[in-house]
């Protein structure tokens, strides 16, 4: 809807509308709109965990060892150890999913802390798409770098 009140050029006035009814529907519009998206996004989420917990099923059926996961700090240089085991799903190692399979995105906040103990990614929703809305050529569906994971080890 435009950002126009009653009484201007927008198209979505209705007649007799006072600015205050205006304001209130476009918000409960913009609400009902962020509600639906919010909807989609944790549907999508449920069925990329079903294909990880595929994956993961998949993986140890055909004996793909899981490895240590490893961080990067958000300047992309240096790595961090991690308690996770699981399989990268990227070339870049950028993401992962754990032996219990969980979705990770392993990049973490740096510093000599981190050298010295360690971090620990917090699991995250995974999405269907892996870097959906970044440059082209670099996403790629989930189901498909989970086929690759699979397809390198057993190739």
Do not use: C, H
């Not at 790595?79 to 990268?88: A, E, F, H, K, S």
């Not at 979705?103 to 360690?118: M, S």
């Not at 892996?130 to 994971?149: P, Q, T």
């Amino acid at each position: 809807m435009p950002d126009v009140p009653p009484g201007g050029s927008g198209s979505d006035a209705v007649a007799g509308e006072s600015p205050e009814d205006w304001r209130r529907r476009r918000r409960d519009a913009a609400e009902e709109k962020g509600r639906a998206l919010e909807r989609a996004k944790r549907a999508e989420s449920a069925e990329a965990e079903r294909e990880i917990a595929r994956f993961v099923r998949e993986a140890r059926r055909l004996g793909v060892d899981p490895q240590p996961l490893r961080a990067r700090d958000y300047g992309g240089r240096t790595t961090y150890r991690t308690p996770l085991t699981g399989w990268y799903l990227r070339s870049n190692r950028s993401v992962g999913v754990d032996v219990e399979g969980r979705f990770y995105v392993l990049t973490v906040p740096g510093g000599l802390g981190a050298r010295l103990r360690g971090r620990t990614p917090e699991p995250s929703p995974p999405p269907r798409v892996l870097g959906a809305g970044g440059r082209d050529g670099e996403s790629i569906d989930l189901v498909d770098a989970l086929r690759a994971v699979l397809d390198r080890a057993t190739g």
